[in-house]
Each structure stands twice: as structure tokens, then as C-alpha cells.
């Protein structure tokens, strides 16, 4: 293209004589070399490309070697060219070099190459360039024709490649999955004629493994199956499937279960979902999640190809299932709570009568009443909190204080379980002496104190609430937190006037016995245990073991072993890998790992009491700015005093606003806030009481899940 565009300007400057008329001898001697070229033999020229931003240095450093002896002439060429070192669009000039002289000739030539200039070979007849110029331009021509065949060719080559690149794709996968399992087998023996697999599997699984070998005919020798009992840790493996994925994926997010350590995951299935609803008690937020789940598990075949390139819409559309669960549980506390969208609902009748005060607010002398519990209260509420509760100036007391118990009751009831969970481990794994030195003591100092602090919260909601008829038992109840700390600190309480200072009698002598207790439960974590272990010496013996007397019964016993059942029956036993962790201790050592669980365990008991509080500050959280959205928006545009029409487009433009503000802040900025707590809830404050998670999940040779990921 660069040849074709020089000829054709050189052609351009020899045919119009008139571009340069100072120069007219010069071009009378070019029409005269066309028929006597002899006569100008002393003349030459020289032709080629040059880069623009060269240009002027190039015809500057030519005029002062040549000294003025020479003829330049410009071209700028009309088109961009593509530098083939670069790929980047140059703009190129094309000059005509007329100069007379054999030295002159090798300067010039020398000045070309240190200024990368192109040259071409120009003829001096017109009928020669011509004929030049037309095998460029055919050769240009034939260079399109093969290029466009070409690349229809590799088009066509392409399109038909492209139906079997997924197929190729996957086969290139499975074959370098399967060459690289295989390269972990072994030889058997020296000539390379048997290759041997260890490999985990399920028992579950052993059966269709079985069969499958069976079903398949073999080219040599029919491949044997064998059950092998290895000093090594399994991996765990779980029967999972979607709705019992998203809790198990939860548990190991904190870490794999230890092989045969309970799994927390079916308990997550019904406690996770009702600590979330604890601090999202809305039943029309609950109601919301609850659609959008049912919407994604209705059209999950349809779903699923389309959420698999985002990873928020992976989120959830995986977690559907345990949304489902939030929303449900949502709707029941929000029917506890009475809470609709931040505001009461009377499903039923009020259990308060305020009939005798409507003279009053009707008068407007007053805007408030204060109702007398003895007078206007005639019955509980059928279900959850009276709406009434939500008009009066001392509802956020009211509610702190129901949902600040109840946040302690289910918490230690939670922790409580969780020591119940941990005795199955100990019973399992054989460390039957945990549940005395460990169990015990843990038991004995939760139940000394916070279960304690669980009974005097029923006895103060039965003694001095309503029941038998009688309002108030007492003009004042004692204060649940006061006698507490008074009960750690060994200090007494000044009795109000009128106030009793305890809920029952020889209270004081019960609280004193209590801490008492809790105390000696402390060295008991701290030293029975590596006590023992240190004077019953390794007690991790592999009692567990199978023992076997000698070598021929051991090979008596093997031979009549199935090969499907065991080629290693000396091999320890699978409860022994939860204790591995006490052999080859020294004493010291033994005591401070004994040291830091006890510590970890009395301190963890007192914060992780606290941290159920969580439970209760959601939850007001959550009312509140329920509460705010609609009083702020809703109420506001309700309230407005304006002619019909402009109410119906403010109501309108409202709701439009407080949606957004339902949906994006308190459906999914609360509801993630909520999922984080209860997580941390169950991480830590649960599973730390009989979950370890040091194992490793099972990961099974599966071309499948090779492919999906």
C-alpha cells in the first residue's frame, strides 16, 4: 500500500511540471531523459517514506551535507499506514531526492538509514512506472482476494469448531482429572503390572461401588476392592441435599467437623432462623422475605443458569431455603411483638379497658390518660404483646425489659444445650472422664449463676405479675440486675420502703450457696483433668484398638476376613482421632492447655451471656426505624392538609419513598445485620461449648462438580 501510494504521487510530480517552475531546466532534463538518457547520466534520484514528525531534521540534515546540491520534493501521503513494529497508525511522507553525483549518492543513502526512511526503486520512463504501478496494484488486489478467502475459510473452520468446543472442552477436563488421579497410584510390584489406589468413600457408597465394578467387563484382570483401617484422620462426609446444604456450608464456613464429631448443622435448621427472627420481629417484613423466597424456589430450574455469572444473585438464590426459614419465624415474632411494619395490629380485643378515660380525651383538656392496672386491666392479651402497649409514653420500658429477659433466657438455654451436645462426644469417643472433669464442673457453674438468673426472672414475672385476679402482688418488684451483682459481690442491699428486697424466703443463704458453689467449680477445670491424665499415664492407650496376639492370628483372623472388609485390622479405631491431640504431652504442658479452655470457658460464660443481649438491641433497632420510616413518610403525607388531588400524588410519591426505605434498609441492610449476629451467635457462643472443627471435608473424585466449577 506504501509502494502504491509513492508511485502514484511521483507519478503526479512527473506529470505537472508546474509544481515546482523554478526548477523548469530540471524537468526539460527529465523530458529529455526519456528519449536520451545518456545525456543526463550525471543526474540521479532517489525516492521513499519518511515518518512526519522526521521530516523537517530529514531536509535539513540533507541540505547541509549535500551543501545545497540537491532537489527535495513533499508528498504527504493520503492515507495512514500501520507501522509493522509498533501496530500504531503513522502519517508518512513521501520524497523525491534529485542529486547529482556519485559521493553525494552515499551520504544521502547512509542519511536514509539513520533516519529509517524507506526507499523504492523508481524507473525513469513514464511506461515503466506505469507498468509498475499496475503490478502493485494487482498484487494488492490478488493480496485482498486470498486474504478474504482465508479468513471466510478460518470463519467456516471456526463455526463448525465452535459446536464441539464445549464437548472438547469437557473431554480435555476429564481426561487431565483422570490422568492426574491416576498419577497417584502405585506400583505393586518391579515389573509395573498392577497399580494400586487408596482412596476414601463413604460406607454408604460401597455397595454402588461394587456394582458398578461388577458391571463392567475388564480387558485383564478384574480390579479387587478392599477395605483398609489407616492411622489417619477420614475425611467427614455428609449425605447433603439443597435445603441442607446452605446450613452445612455455614457450619464449615467456621470449619470441617472432626471425623464422628456431632454435627451443629440440623440444629442450625430451626435455632438459627429463630435467633434472626428475635431481632427481625416484623411479621410484613417477615412477609416480604417470605415471598421472595417461595419466588426463588418456585423458579430455581429457571433461576439457576441466570444467577451463576453474578456472585450477589449466586448469594441468594442459594441461601432461598434458609430465607424461607427467616421470613416464616419473622412473621411468628412479629405477630409476638405486634409489629407491622413498625406499627400494632388489634387482632384481637384489647385486654385493657379505656372507656372510663374517653370523656377525658373527648373534653381536650388532656391528650393522654394514665391507666390504672387494678382498674383497667381485665385480661391478658390473646396472642403476643396488647397494642395498646404501642400508644403509651412508656412503651420502649416496657418492651426493653420483656425482650432483655427473654434474650437471657435463650441464650443460656442455647449454651446450656450446647454442654448437653458435648456429653454425646465425650460418650462416643470414649473420654468418659471429661463428662466429670469437664461437663460437670461447666454445668455446675452455668446453672449456679445464669440459670439462677433464668429462675428469678419467672419467679419475678409470676410473683409480681398478674395471676389469680390480683394485679400487683407489690407496689415494687426487686430489681433482677441489682440482686445479682449483689450476689457475685458478697455485698447487701438497702431495703426500700414498701419494696421487698427478696422474692423468697432464706433468698440471701441460697445466693451465698450459689456462688460458693460456682467458685469451687473454677480449680475444678483447672486441675482435676490434667491430674488425672498425668497419674493414669497415656490415656489415650489404643484401647480402641483391635489387639491382635500374634502374627499367625494375625494372619488367621485376616484370612478370614472378606476382602471388602479390612487388609489392616491393627489399625486404630476412629474415635481415637478426637484425643489424638493429648498424646506425647508433657505435665506443663497438660496444665496450660488445661489452663486456657477453663479460662476461656469462665470468662467466655460471663461475655457470652452478654452478648445475647444482641438480641434484644436488634429487635429495638429494628422497631425504631420501623417506627421512624413510617412517621417520617407514610404518617406525614397522611397528615397533609391539601385538596384531594395533591394528597392522592403526595400519598402516592410517599409510598414510593418509604418501599425503598422498607425493602433496602430494613428488609436487607437489617435482615444481613440480623444473619451476621446470629451467626456470630452460633459460631462462637454455641458451637465453642462441644464443636472443635480440625477436620476436613470428604472431596470426592466427581467430574460433575470438575465441570461446574
Not at 139 to 158: A, M
Not at 262 to 278: D, E, G, M, Q, R
Not at 536 to 547: D, L, M, Q, R, Y
Amino acid at each position: 500500500m506504501e509502494f502504491k501510494e509513492v508511485m502514484r504521487s511521483v507519478e503526479y510530480y512527473f506529470d505537472d511540471p508546474e509544481n515546482l517552475p523554478e526548477k523548469s531546466q530540471l524537468s526539460h532534463l527529465f523530458s529529455k531523459a526519456e528519449t536520451s538518457p545518456s545525456e543526463t547520466s550525471s543526474l540521479e534520484m532517489m525516492m521513499g517514506t519518511i515518518n512526519q514528525e522526521k521530516a523537517f531534521e530529514f531536509e535539513r540534515t540533507l541540505w547541509r551535507v549535500s551543501m545545497g546540491n540537491v532537489f527535495l520534493h513533499y508528498d504527504r501521503l493520503p492515507i495512514k499506514l500501520e507501522d509493522p513494529e509498533t501496530g500504531h497508525q503513522v502519517m508518512k511522507i513521501v520524497f523525491i531526492v534529485v542529486f547529482q553525483g556519485g559521493n553525494l549518492k552515499t551520504k544521502i543513502k547512509k542519511l536514509m538509514e539513520s533516519y529509517r526512511a524507506k526507499t523504492y526503486e523508481c524507473p525513469d520512463s513514464a511506461t515503466e512506472r506505469w507498468a509498475v504501478y499496475k503490478d502493485v496494484c494487482d498484487r494488492i488486489e490478488n493480496l485482498d482476494e486470498v486474504l478474504h478467502e482465508s479468513t471466510l475459510q478460518k470463519r467456516n473452520i471456526l463455526e463448525e469448531a465452535a459446536k464441539y468446543v464445549e464437548y472438547w472442552s469437557v473431554m480435555v477436563l476429564k481426561a487431565k482429572a483422570t490422568y492426574h488421579t491416576m498419577n497417584g497410584f502405585n506400583w505393586t510390584d518391579e515389573k509395573k503390572k498392577m497399580l494400586v489406589a487408596e482412596f476414601w468413600i463413604p460406607d454408604c457408597h460401597m455397595d454402588d461401588l461394587t456394582a458398578v465394578m461388577d458391571s463392567k467387563k475388564f480387558q485383564f484382570a478384574k480390579p479387587a476392592l478392599y477395605k483398609v483401617e489407616v492411622d489417619e484422620m477420614p475425611p467427614t462426609y455428609y449425605n447433603l441435599n439443597k435445603f441442607t446444604q446452605v446450613f452445612q456450608e455455614m457450619v464449615d464456613s467456621y470449619g470441617a467437623s472432626t471425623y464422628r464429631e456431632v454435627n451443629p448443622a440440623p440444629y442450625l435448621v430451626i435455632t438459627f432462623p429463630f435467633l434472626f427472627s428475635v431481632m427481625f420481629g416484623d411479621w410484613g417484613h417477615g412477609m416480604i422475605m417470605t415471598v421472595a423466597s417461595l419466588w426463588l424456589i418456585i423458579n430455581e430450574k429457571r433461576l439457576r443458569p441466570m444467577v451463576q455469572e453474578n456472585e450477589v444473585y449466586r448469594m441468594f438464590y442459594n441461601g432461598r431455603y434458609i430465607t424461607l426459614l427467616m421470613g416464616m419465624f419473622s412473621i411468628f415474632s412479629g405477630l409476638m411483638y405486634n409489629e407491622c411494619f413498625g406499627r400494632a395490629t388489634s387482632l384481637f380485643a384489647s385486654g385493657w379497658q379505656v372507656a372510663p378515660a374517653l370523656e377525658t380525651l373527648n373534653s381536650g383538656d388532656s391528650k393522654s390518660t394514665e391507666l390504672a392496672p387494678d382498674v383497667s386491666f381485665t385480661r391478658p392479651y390473646w396472642f403476643g404483646i396488647d397494642p395498646v402497649w404501642h400508644l403509651s409514653k412508656n412503651s420502649i420500658v416496657f418492651k426493653n425489659s420483656i425482650r432483655m429477659k427473654l434474650s437471657i433466657i435463650f441464650g443460656v438455654s442455647q449454651m446450656i444445650f450446647g454442654l448437653y451436645i458435648s456429653v454425646e462426644n465425650y460418650i462416643y469417643f470414649g473420654m468418659y472422664r471429661k463428662i466429670f472433669t469437664v461437663f460437670l464442673p461447666q454445668l455446675i457453674f452455668i446453672a449456679s449463676l445464669f440459670l439462677y438468673l433464668i429462675v428469678l426472672i419467672f419467679m419475678k414475672w409470676y410473683t409480681y405479675g398478674p395471676r389469680r385476679g390480683v394485679i400487683y402482688s407489690s407496689p415494687c418488684a426487686p430489681p433482677i440486675l441489682n440482686t445479682f451483682i449483689s450476689m457475685i459481690l458478697f455485698t447487701s442491699r438497702e431495703a426500700n420502703e414498701n419494696c421487698d428486697l427478696y422474692m423468697f424466703n432464706a433468698q440471701e443463704e441460697l445466693q451465698l450457696f450459689l456462688v460458693i458453689v460456682a467458685t469451687i467449680c473454677i480449680p475444678w477445670l483447672f486441675f482435676v483433668e490434667p491430674i488425672i491424665i498425668i497419674f493414669s499415664g497415656n490415656p489415650n492407650s489404643s484401647k480402641h484398638a483391635i489387639e491382635v496376639s500374634s502374627k499367625e492370628d494375625e494372619q488367621r483372623i485376616q484370612s478370614e476376613l472378606s476382602p471388602i472388609e479390612s487388609t489392616d485390622i491393627s489399625a486404630k479405631h476412629p474415635r481415637h482421632f478426637f484425643q489424638q491431640h493429648e498424646e506425647n504431652q508433657t505435665a506443663i504442658d497438660i496444665f496450660i492447655h488445661q489452663g486456657i479452655h477453663a479460662i476461656e470457658f469462665i470468662l467466655g460464660s460471663i461475655s457470652n451471656t452478654a452478648s445475647y443481649l444482641r438480641l434484644w438491641a436488634l429487635a429495638l433497632a429494628h422497631e425504631q426505624l420501623s417506627e421512624v420510616s413510617w412517621n417520617q413518610v407514610m404518617r406525614r403525607a397522611l397528615a397533609n392538609d391539601c385538596n384531594i388531588f395533591m394528597k392522592i400524588v403526595s400519598v402516592y410519591l410517599a409510598f414510593i419513598v418509604w418501599a425503598f426505605l422498607t425493602i433496602a434498609i430494613l428488609v436487607l441492610m437489617e435482615g444481613l445485620s440480623a444473619f451476621l449476629h446470629a451467626l456470630r451467635l452460633h459460631w462462637i457462643e454455641f458451637q465453642s461449648k462441644f464443636y472443635e472443627g480440625n477436620g476436613h471435608k470428604f472431596q470426592p473424585f466427581s467430574f460433575k462438580a470438575l465441570i461446574h466449577n
